[in-house]
């Protein structure tokens, strides 16, 4: 009897894994299919999307011979730049004012705020970097870049401004529930982060002052540590994934009790 209630919690847990699962796969595939449709290329559009503002901004920087204060190649530097600006851009964006539209779901009693959020940072955080290790291939394969110097860097860079993404993201998602100004505000909000996230320059061409106070936005350091990642020996980078992961753990503490208050003042459609 006492190995039967000893199995009990683990098999409880299980079971309560298995249906997470089951849950968070239905809601993706219904995210999917909402946003992308079945017709035409449908699905793949969630790589190709990021792939072609990629390659966009990187064509422009080329053709216009842009200047980002080093002598790195354009077509990399734009690539390692603005592929992570989409991380923790479009995290945001896609839970902002989310809760609403899928009150209904909220009828099924194993489908949670949480749940909602989860299947749409999934979904965003595979397209962009599944574009982003595509477009690194192709542009290795024709010259355009180098391959990483350390690999384990830009994962790990990749994970802090995934982290980042994903932890503001559940934090201004469920606050928007609570007010419809958050919407309003993290649009411009989000383009005027946008030049300062260290997509466009290098922390070691800015000046002393300038740079210390740019470094205090969690998602420069991520950039950076990225970019150390790929050419970091062509350049002096800057970066405290010791203060970002900070930042990180303190915007998902205030996420996860936003989320819990709006669970509890949830009324389903």
């Not at 061409?205 to 050419?231: Q, S, W, Y």
């Not at 994934?241 to 996860?256: D, E, R």
């Amino acid at each position: 009897m006492s190995d039967e209630r000893q199995d009990e919690p683990r098999t409880s847990f299980l079971r309560s894994c298995t249906i997470q699962r089951r849950v968070i796969g239905a809601l993706l595939m219904r995210e999917v299919i909402t946003r992308y449709g079945r017709h035409n290329i449908g699905f793949l559009w969630l790589f190709i999307e990021p792939m072609i503002f990629t390659l966009g901004v990187t064509t422009i920087w080329g053709l216009t011979k842009a200047t980002h204060g080093s002598d790195l190649p354009i077509a990399a530097f734009a690539l390692t730049g603005y592929s992570s600006v989409l991380v923790w851009r479009n995290m945001p964006s896609r839970l902002v004012d989310s809760i609403e539209p899928n009150l209904s779901l909220m009828y099924h009693r194993n489908v949670r705020i949480i749940d909602i959020f989860a299947a749409r940072l999934l979904l965003e955080g595979v397209g962009v970097a599944t574009s982003f290790l595509v477009l690194t291939i192709i542009f290795a394969a024709v010259g355009l870049l180098q391959p990483p110097e350390d690999v384990l860097k830009v994962v790990i860079g990749w994970v802090m401004l995934a982290w980042w993404g994903t932890s503001l993201g559940m934090f201004l998602g469920a606050l928007s529930h609570r007010s419809e100004l958050v919407d309003k505000f993290w649009h411009p909000a989000a383009y005027l982060l946008f030049p300062l996230s260290g997509a466009g320059f290098l922390i070691d061409a800015l000046p002393t002052k300038f740079a210390n106070f740019i470094l205090l936005l969690p998602m420069v350091h991520g950039v950076e540590c990225v970019r150390d990642g790929f050419f970091g020996s062509h350049f002096v980078a800057h970066y405290d994934l010791g203060y970002m992961a900070m930042c990180n753990l303190f915007f998902t503490v205030l996420a996860l009790a936003e989320i819990r208050h709006a669970s509890r003042n949830l009324v389903p459609a």
